[in-house]
T-cell receptor
Framework: AQSVTQLGSHVSVSEGALVLLRCNYS??????LFWYVQYPNQGLQLLLK??????LVKGINGFEAEFKKSETSFHLTKPSAHMSDAAEYFC????????????FGTGTRLTVIP | NAGVTQTPKFQVLKTGQSMTLQCAQD?????MSWYRQDPGMGLRLIHY???????DQGEVPNGYNVSRSTTEDFPLRLLSAAPSQTSVYFC???????????????FGPGTRLTVT
């Protein structure tokens, strides 16, 4: 069975501080992993994806994530938070079996404090 | 290129009413899916389709029907709305596994449904 766990439903950081959003996964086969961002009252936008190439993945808006198989983690980071980063972030897993169905974590709401 | 479009944006239904949420994409994607988003639960898959004429159930299919007569459209039908179906519904599409641009799903803007 596959699952995604996001630690911390709410994270607050000061503007300019490091952003770290945690994601751990469980999958019986090597998965593909994604981070999506959702701004208020909008749909989901892909930030970055891991598809078994480089383990350090760079995405849009200065975000990056590192796939660590030994820790079954795919944490999202950004060196310096901007006010515009305030949003909800979802980690998702594609188990690479069958159809392209995604399994989502429960989301982390990021607040940036000026 | 409009991407994934959904209508309506907002809908209020009374318990027992039926309605269809529309989803269309113009990217010639084989795969389409419907998710519902509830607070604290992330997105959960309702139904999906890997091509015209082919649909299958996801994690939470009860109370919903789908069909896929064309590549472009994937409507979601609520047969008899219940308050538990109050949610935000997202449609998504992608190329099937292994195709160009594979592994990225594109999401529509969502439909916010309230059932009273």
């Amino acid at each position: 069975a596959q699952s995604v766990t996001q630690l911390g439903s709410h994270v607050s950081v000061s503007e300019g501080a490091l952003v770290l959003l945690r994601c751990n996964y469980s999958s019986s086969v090597p998965p593909y992993l994604f981070w999506y961002v959702q701004y208020p009252n909008q749909g989901l936008q892909l930030l970055l994806k891991y598809t078994s190439a480089a383990t350090l993945v760079k995405g849009i808006n200065g975000f990056e994530a590192e796939f660590k198989k030994s820790e079954t983690s795919f944490h999202l980071t950004k060196p310096s938070a901007h006010m515009s980063d305030a949003a909800e972030y979802f980690c998702a897993l594609d188990p690479q079996v069958g159809a392209n169905n995604l399994f989502f974590g429960t989301g982390t709401r990021l607040t940036v404090i000026p | 290129n409009a991407g994934v479009t959904q209508t309506p944006k907002f809908q209020v239904l009374k318990t027992g009413q039926s309605m269809t949420l529309q989803c269309a994409q113009d990217m010639n994607h084989e795969y389409m899916s419907w998710y519902r988003q509830d607070p604290g639960m992330g997105l959960r898959l309702i139904h999906y389709s890997v091509g015209a004429g082919i649909t299958d159930q996801g994690e939470v299919p009860n109370g919903y029907n789908v069909s896929r007569s064309t590549t472009e459209d994937f409507p979601l039908r609520l047969l008899s709305a219940a308050p538990s179906q109050t949610s935000v519904y997202f449609c998504a599409s992608s190329y099937s596994r292994g195709g160009a641009g594979a592994y990225e799903q594109y999401f529509g803007p969502g439909t916010r449904l309230t059932v009273t």
